[in-house]
């Protein structure tokens, strides 16, 4: 998950934000749609700064981003506080914090993962030291008791999203240099040790996403890029996972964002798809992006199968099961059957779809991609209060799930009305 872009997705000055009502369609009535989680909020631990992302492993929720304290749900802000720098743990059922796990980053945390047995939690970001360390912006940690790893791979720039394949982690930022040899915002290392792997694919400008579909031999990256190995490539794009050569990513013809104020945000899979997100911000009339909300494509080939023209910036997406979850600010989704544009305006900062395309065939109705397919967007509102840790004035920035829970992150003081700072649990 790619962290703060300054100031480049910030809400529009002077607009009204009005609260929606929360609601969710936990057990719905028409058999071809998917039942949400609800939008009930469950108690859990709250931060004193922002989350930028999560990973789930087992019945524990990683969290990285900024922060120096956390403290039981209930709790205001300033009291029965302990620290925690950058990285805690809480438990996935409970809410609770997880006392045992308590590592420590002297900078922010943009990025977290694991390896596939769960004994390992991989984080990137800004950060020069871990556990006192010295560790440049990539560290690996016992996923038990916290203890930095013998994992060295230090990056001269900041790591914005990793993702583990088998004994290679996969990482991407605005980095140039690993491991003192030349890698253009992308590299490979090995997961135990952090050497370098061979694969240096090149991207032109700053990388915010990358995924690693299981069994398709490829890695997707995305982010500002406008090249990616010299061939125009805008937004996002695949490569080949032993080798860095460039495999076809068709998708990119139809959603186009790169520039320094439009990106393809976050990408995620669930083995058979790559779901992903943008944020395209107009200045002085000038637009270098066409996407704003959330998409499926084809792991194996790269097709579009649907996207969902939604205005407003979406940050994450992440299926559990049928339903894509995600985050942001989106405040016209008329065009595929959603809330439409509001005077004043309003904003649903959470969302769900289907992660297949709509069962009754609709398609965008109008904005850019009028005519694509769409999927349906589904009845899950919490309502998430604007926080002001960042200056950006948003919510939601990560979300994931698990079984029956999706846990959301951010900067976010409220939920639903309730204070519940940064971290939240939903459950079926």
């Not at 607009?15 to 071809?32: E, F, H, K, W």
């Not at 982690?169 to 980095?175: C, I, L, R, T």
């Not at 004035?393 to 994931?400: D, I, L, N, R």
Request: with cysteine.
């Amino acid at each position: 998950m790619a962290a703060l872009l300054a100031l480049a997705v910030a809400l529009p000055a002077g607009l009204t934000v009005a609260a929606p009502t929360a609601g969710a369609d936990s057990a719905p009535v028409d058999p071809s749609l998917p039942a949400t989680v609800t939008t009930d909020v469950l108690p859990t631990t709250q931060i004193n700064g922002v989350a930028w992302d999560q990973v789930i492993v087992g019945n524990t929720v990683y969290v990285a981003g900024s922060f120096s304290s956390a403290r039981p749900a209930g709790a205001a802000a300033g009291t029965n506080e302990t620290t925690r720098r950058n990285l805690l743990a809480y438990n996935l059922t409970t809410g609770a914090l997880v006392t045992t796990w308590a590592p420590t980053l002297n900078a922010q945390a943009r990025t977290i993962g694991a390896s596939a047995d769960g004994s390992t939690i991989y984080v990137g970001g800004d950060f020069s030291q871990a556990n006192g360390t010295a560790r440049g912006r990539i560290a690996a940690f016992d996923a038990a008791t916290g203890a930095l790893r013998p994992f060295v791979a230090n990056a001269n720039s900041n790591v914005n999203d990793l993702t583990v394949s088998g004994s290679t982690v996969y990482a991407v930022g605005s980095f140039t240099v690993v491991n003192n040899q030349a890698r253009a915002r992308a590299v490979a290392v090995d997961a135990t040790s952090g050497a370098l792997r061979p694969w240096n694919p090149s991207a032109d400008r700053e990388l915010r996403a990358v995924v690693a579909p299981a069994g398709t031999g490829k890695v997707v990256v995305g982010g500002h890029l406008s090249l990616l190995n010299g061939v125009d490539t805008k937004g996002m794009g695949a490569v080949d996972a032993t080798t860095g050569s460039l495999l076809p990513w068709p998708v990119n013809q139809v959603l186009v964002n790169y520039g320094n104020d439009a990106a393809i945000w976050s990408l995620s899979t669930n083995g058979t798809q790559v779901f992903g997100t943008g944020m395209t911000y107009l200045v002085n009339g000038v637009d270098t992006g066409n996407f704003e909300a959330t998409f499926a494509a084809s792991a194996a080939t790269g097709e579009l199968q649907w996207v969902n023209g939604c205005r407003g910036d979406h940050y994450d997406a992440f299926p559990v099961g049928d339903v894509l979850y995600s985050v942001s600010h989106a405040h016209d989704c008329g065009m595929v059957g959603g809330h439409p544009q509001t005077e004043p305006w309003t904003f649903q900062m959470a969302n769900a779809s289907t992660t297949y395309r709509s069962p009754d065939g609709a398609t965008n109705t109008y904005e850019r991609f009028a005519g694509q397919p769409a999927s349906k967007l589904l009845h899950w509102l919490p309502n998430l209060s604007l926080g002001s840790v960042t200056g950006q004035y948003q919510a939601g920035w990560t979300v994931e799930g698990s079984g029956r829970y999706v846990v959301l992150g951010g900067e976010f003081p409220r939920v639903n009305g309730i204070a519940q700072a940064g971290l939240v649990r939903f459950a079926t």
